[in-house]
């Protein structure tokens, strides 16, 4: 088998990318992503994201995590689906709809000299009701600071969707054991029916975080655009930080505001085509 495909990063979060408007789609997507995200024997990569045509947007974005599940959505990943878009004539608006799994998301597209340097995602309304994040955990309307007893040890979580369940936990320090140990068995808790990202937050300032991420699915990972604007917003509910946020991810940085006129959150960052390719399976 022959694909043509093509790696992208957004903030380090990386994915390989299909073409589909000008590719056949890969007739098992799910088992390709195992494949291609190896990064020993594949390609590597956070996993695997189809661009596919839409029948209600410019765009469509497929998304299947390095163990093969298929994800609702993607921020970093949105991103450089915007900028192959544009860049690669597919669509020469610098104002996107791009279909998701978690609805059809507006981009706006940042262009120097004829390329897509930066993409702002509106990436829509937080959604807060427990059954819909989903998890079981009970809160006064909304899950936030509630405790999660893991592996011995109680933690303060607030839970949030972006189309995609995130626990976030504060802590001081961000480590390892916490992140790669803990952080896989948040991720598989009976309390969260759909598995979750875990997020964990060391506060700078009211205006600025470091994450780390364990990313479901996929293990840690650099960047997690979804998860920082989920923290935006339990940032604000647990009072924090303020509603306009610099977040620093292992990847890179991103900007984030949680407008309360529309409710919506909006994710400001980079986008970088990395090298393309044929993969021969």
């Not at 068995?185 to 009211?206: G, L, Y």
């Amino acid at each position: 088998m022959a694909l043509n495909f093509t790696k992208m990063h957004g903030a380090g979060n990386d994915y390989v990318y299909v073409d589909c408007f000008n590719n056949s789609m890969p007739e098992n997507p799910a088992a390709l992503a195992i494949e291609v995200a190896d990064r020993n024997k594949g390609i590597g990569g956070d996993g695997l994201i189809l661009i596919c045509p839409s029948d209600v947007a410019d765009a469509q974005m497929r998304m299947f995590n390095a163990d093969g599940s298929e994800a609702e959505m993607c921020g970093n990943g949105l991103r450089c689906v915007a900028k192959y878009v544009y860049d690669h004539r597919i669509s020469q608006k610098e104002q996107l709809a791009l279909e998701t799994g978690a609805g059809v998301l507006q981009v706006a597209l940042t262009v120097v000299d004829g390329k897509v340097d930066s993409v702002k995602v509106d990436m829509g309304e937080p959604i807060l009701e427990p059954d819909k994040v989903p998890t079981t955990l009970v809160g006064d309307g909304a899950v936030v600071n509630v405790p999660l007893e893991v592996d011995g040890r109680t933690f303060e979580v607030t839970v949030v969707s972006m189309g995609n369940p995130h626990c976030i936990i504060y802590v001081d320090k961000a480590t390892d054991d916490l992140v790669q140990r803990v952080g896989p068995m948040i991720e598989t808790d009976p309390r969260f029916p759909a598995k979750t990202n875990v997020e964990f937050i060391e506060v700078v300032s009211p205006t600025e975080v470091k994450q780390r991420t364990w990313e479901r699915g996929s293990g840690e990972t650099l960047a997690c655009g979804t998860g920082a604007s989920a923290v935006c917003v339990a940032g604000v509910l647990t009072g924090r930080t303020q509603r306009k946020l610099t977040n620093h991810l292992l990847g890179g940085t991103l900007v984030l505001e949680w407008v309360e006129a529309t409710n919506h959150v909006f994710m400001d960052g980079p986008a970088t085509e990395v090298f393309s390719g044929v993969w021969r399976g």
